[in-house]
């Protein structure tokens, strides 16, 4: 066989000259339409990206040869700002990037080009399509390839927001959103379509208490309003530069940090004077709501990043501040370093507010104390943190010292008593990120107030409620998340779905001054797919894809002749397109990364549910893990893990394809191994090997009792195939392919199979079914074995009758040199003869009459005693056949039926007297069979009697 490019190429250009990727209707003829979630133009693919694209193909192939009339298209998800950083750094001569560029295939000539972001788009457009998916051997149809960011895709995507406001999704209020300050609002999810980093981070919002000194305030800001009636004292971190800003008629004190994230959120925020923190330790300050003063004191642990940077101080439910007031009252030097009295110290004393059950008055020390730790920065205090104000926020109630508060749950108390010092001028409300995000462009993201965005109304009971249970009729996988999906839809609220910026994408119709954000643009884009075709060739183009178009081609709407009149698309293309959409839609699997189960598949479902009528609602979803690097998620936008083309050309397309296929379920993380992969290129030359040598073997027999059980072995292989296949199991249906036909081939081998018909049949069956996961190999195959046409347009064989009996005899004699083997294992016995005793004739009757007894629902120990005992050749062996009973009514019990029968009417001494010279050359010893009935049979040890039906007794000489 050639090298595995030399067959790619040759057998990838025979597929599109025959028209196999081509995705046309054709009445009558079941279709089944599959995608993947399209990626993001950042940067160079990698081999984790190919996991979930080859899942998509491979189930593509096996639905086309099992009858169906497939469409698997593609395109690319641009919108955002991938593209215009990736320009940007390319313009700003980034040299890591470019040496990303180059080292990954990008001709130096290529750069100019680069420096202009739809340039950039097209480059990688072409690079994931020619590069990735072609040489991959996907059977896409490319004459439907769309990106986000051509016109075409815009004027669809404009549709689908004039019908969401027809629906009343669209809502307008203020919002604070995180932004980049140079590209403006970005979406944060796991997905990471916007950011580089930060996935998780979620926006909180901050109550700002404001402590009074002077004729100004020090900010503190807390995510515990209700613990404000416990504050002792105020933390400033004195190796912080803290400044002075103007915030209306007040002044206010805190970090730099801090005054550039007010600014984004209030209105008239002016910068005024540094301060250094070391300055401010000593100072006494009002607290809010209790009104008293309160020292500032020293606390490493303030960060400048986070909130205000400046604390307040509860040590009684605040884990960090007892610990932190514990050492600086055991530390002098620092009290004395800050100038701080002793007196001063020691009056700060913590305050008991809230009573929780399982704690004591103070839960903090209780939690330090039973966790053991004794100094400030034990990274355990977070968990300490996190599990103190979990519990109080659940079980905690406010106690007497809390004034108005006191008896009130803390989940009611925490909101009344925000309010109220928000009321009264002493607090107010500030969002901050939970984590450091940063945006694509490397800029660091902070929350902004915008007073008039527009969000999709994924809150809407009716819809979600409508959504749901069109979830309950879907197919999809894993189960978990078919279980989780109507919380996670629950869950959703208003999403923002437009932002201003500097962004590539398309313009909001209700408003241009907006571009549509990237989950907004990607709900309903499978349908596009049918459409884009028809936009790709020229028939119609984005000046007369109107509203009106879309309404008539998607939703039937409208008469076709004043369609055609008013747009000037021809009637009979609009026919098509609308017979087309009738044929293919609805979508029947949208398979994608794990990341997208909180992301893209709910808005997918509730953009279907709100749009289009119920013969278009999705069939099905299929949810991938990913490939990971040693810790984490590879990326491809951080240059990280093996490229694409350099993996292709060390261990071939084939083998790729099926260590996607089968390393894993497809719902776990698999981290990237070159040597797994290896392990698969070494198993398919096994499989080229092997059919290879049937192919030229010249040994030709005629049939024997091992080709009905090869036969019978694959049409059991087809069947559990197919019923895997049902789930879309690929791991379950390699295994079956690549491993148990395999080793089927090679003991049809090994037990002296050489017929050439049945060799012929096997071929027909197998090479088949290695079409969907590993097609090259297969075609070349299906070509060195003489068969017509190619396999991958060919149709699976349909799965013939399965010979239990066949089966079992097989087992049995494979079972039995399994056990001589270990025998010989555990003695350590390298002998010159192996007896074989079959079991004696009234054993095997005995479990014939159970068997009986058993199928009229009668079999029980006393029962079968008592018929034996009345047969008069089984009385004779009385004590051995009472006993025999108990084990012949077990076996029978855990035994299937079907293998109750075979074990009962196989002649275990005719099979094993033919299996005698296979047996003998495997074993590497004379093999003796006798049966146990036989007066003269050889048994000096008497091994005879251990004999049952189904395991022979075996003797070692």
């Avoid at 001494?909 to 296979?918: Q, V, W």
């Amino acid at each position: 066989m050639s090298g595995f490019e030399e067959i790619e190429k040759k057998w990838q250009a025979e597929w599109s000259e025959k028209g196999l990727d081509r995705a046309d209707r054709i009445s009558g003829r079941p279709k089944f339409m599959i995608i993947f979630a399209y990626p993001g133009v950042t940067g160079f693919l990698h081999v984790g990206h190919l996991r979930g694209y080859t899942y998509t193909d491979a189930i593509g192939r096996y639905k086309r040869m099992t009858g169906y009339n497939v469409m698997f298209p593609v395109g690319t998800h641009a919108t955002g700002n991938g593209a215009i950083t990736l320009a940007s750094r390319v313009a700003n001569k980034d040299l890591d990037f470019i040496d990303y560029l180059t080292r990954n295939g990008c001709p130096e000539e290529k750069l100019e080009e680069l420096k202009d972001p739809m340039k950039a788009v097209d480059f990688f457009n072409t690079i994931y399509v020619n590069e990735y998916w072609k040489r991959f051997g996907f059977l896409a149809d490319w004459r439907r390839f769309t990106c986000t960011v051509h016109p075409d895709y815009g004027k669809f995507i404009q549709w689908q927001f004039k019908k969401l406001n027809e629906c009343d999704l669209l809502m307008q209020k203020p919002y604070y959103s995180p932004a980049c300050p140079v590209h403006g609002p970005v979406a944060i999810d796991a997905s990471e379509t916007d950011i580089s980093k930060g996935g998780s981070a979620e926006v909180q919002e901050y109550t700002l208490l404001k402590f009074r000194h002077g004729d100004e305030y020090l900010i503190a800001a807390t995510l515990r309003p209700e613990t404000v009636y416990g504050q002792v004292c105020f933390w400033v971190n004195p190796d912080v530069q803290y400044t002075r800003i103007k915030k209306g008629n007040e002044t206010w004190i805190v970090s730099k940090e801090a005054a550039e994230k007010l600014q984004l959120q209030v209105d008239g925020i002016t910068v005024l004077s540094p301060i250094a923190g070391k300055d401010m330790i000593g100072w006494m300050c009002k607290a809010p709501m209790i009104h008293k003063d309160v020292p500032v004191l020293p606390a490493s642990f303030s960060d400048p990043n986070v909130g205000s940077g400046m604390v307040t101080s509860v040590p009684s439910d605040a884990p960090d501040d007892w610990i932190s007031l514990e050492a600086l009252k055991k530390d002098r030097a620092v009290a004395k370093k800050y100038g701080l009295s002793e007196t001063l110290i020691d009056s700060v004393v913590p305050i008991s507010i809230i009573s929780i059950e399982g704690y004591g008055d103070f839960p903090a020390e209780d939690i330090i104390l039973s966790m053991g730790i004794d100094q400030p920065g034990d990274p355990r205090l977070d968990e300490a943190k996190k599990q103190v104000y979990k519990d109080g926020y659940h079980m905690g109630r406010m106690k007497d010292i809390c004034g108005p508060f006191s008896g009130m749950r803390v989940e009611e108390a925490k909101d009344k008593m925000k309010q109220a010092m928000i009321d009264s001028g002493e607090a107010e409300v500030f969002y901050d990120l939970t984590e450091e995000v940063v945006c694509r462009c490397g800029m660091p993201v902070r929350v902004k107030r915008i007073d008039d965005q527009w969000f999709i109304d994924y809150g809407n009971e009716e819809l979600t409620e409508r959504t749901s249970e069109h979830c309950r009729h879907m197919e999809i996988y894993p189960p978990e998340f078919n279980e989780n999906v109507h919380t996670t839809l629950r869950w959703f609220r208003e999403r923002a779905c437009v932002r201003q910026g500097n962004w590539l994408g398309t313009r909001f119709p209700v408003d241009e001054k907006w571009i549509i954000e990237a989950i907004s643009d990607s709900t309903l884009y499978p349908l596009y797919y049918i459409i884009s075709l028809y936009a790709n060739d020229g028939r119609i183009s984005p000046d007369n894809m109107t509203e009106e178009f879309f309404d008539h081609v998607a939703l039937g709407k409208g008469d076709a002749e004043e369609v055609s009149k008013n747009t000037g698309i021809p009637k009979d293309v609009l026919d098509d397109i609308r017979e087309d959409i009738k044929y293919w839609y609805p979508l029947d699997i949208n398979l994608g990364g794990k990341e997208h189960m909180t992301v893209h598949f709910p808005v997918f479902l509730f953009n279907h549910r709100a749009i289009l009528p119920d013969n278009m609602q999705p069939k099905g979803i299929l949810v991938n893990w990913y490939i990971t690097g040693k810790k984490n998620k590879i990326s491809k936008s951080k240059g990280g893990a093996q490229p694409i083309p350099g993996a292709v050309e060390q261990f071939g397309v084939d083998p790729l394809r099926l260590y996607y296929a089968h390393v894993a379920s497809m719902f776990v993380d698999v981290e990237w191994s070159e040597d797994n992969v290896m392990t698969y290129r070494q198993r398919l030359d096994r499989i080229i090997g092997t059919v290879e040598e049937l192919l030229t073997s010249e040994e030709a027999g005629g049939k024997k009792e091992i080709d009905e059980w090869l036969i019978s072995r694959f049409n059991g292989h087809s069947a559990s195939i197919e019923a895997a296949m049902e789930k879309y199991d690929l791991r379950q249906m390699a295994t079956a392919v690549y491993f148990e036909m395999l080793n089927d081939i090679k003991w049809y081998g090994r037990r002296g199979g050489n017929c050439k018909e049945t060799v012929t049949e096997a071929l027909r069956m197998w090479i088949p079914l290695m079409a969907p996961v590993t097609p090259h190999i297969a075609e070349e195959l299906w070509s060195a074995a003489g068969f017509e046409g190619l396999v991958s347009s060919s149709q699976l064989p349909a799965a013939g009758p399965v010979s239990g009996a066949a089966e079992y005899r097989e087992e049995f004699v494979r079972e039995v040199m399994s056990d001589v083997i270990q025998i010989k294992k555990v003695t350590s016995a390298t002998p010159k003869k192996i007896f074989l005793y079959t079991t004696p004739s009234w054993r095997s009757d005995v479990m014939r009459m159970g068997l009986e007894m058993m199928e009229a629902g009668a079999l029980d120990i006393p029962s079968l005693t008592k018929k034996c005992m009345a047969d008069e050749n089984l009385r004779k062996n009385g004590k051995a056949v009472s006993e025999f009973v108990k084990k012949a009514v077990t076996d029978l019990t855990r035994s299937s039926s079907e293998s109750k029968k075979y074990l009962i009417e196989t002649d275990e001494y005719s099979l094993l007297i033919s299996a005698k010279g296979f047996l003998t050359e495997e074993l590497g010893a004379d093999v003796e069979v006798f049966s146990s009935d036989d007066p003269d049979a050889y048994d000096p040890h008497n091994k005879s009697k251990a004999a049952v039906p189904g395991r022979p007794a075996i003797y070692l000489e």
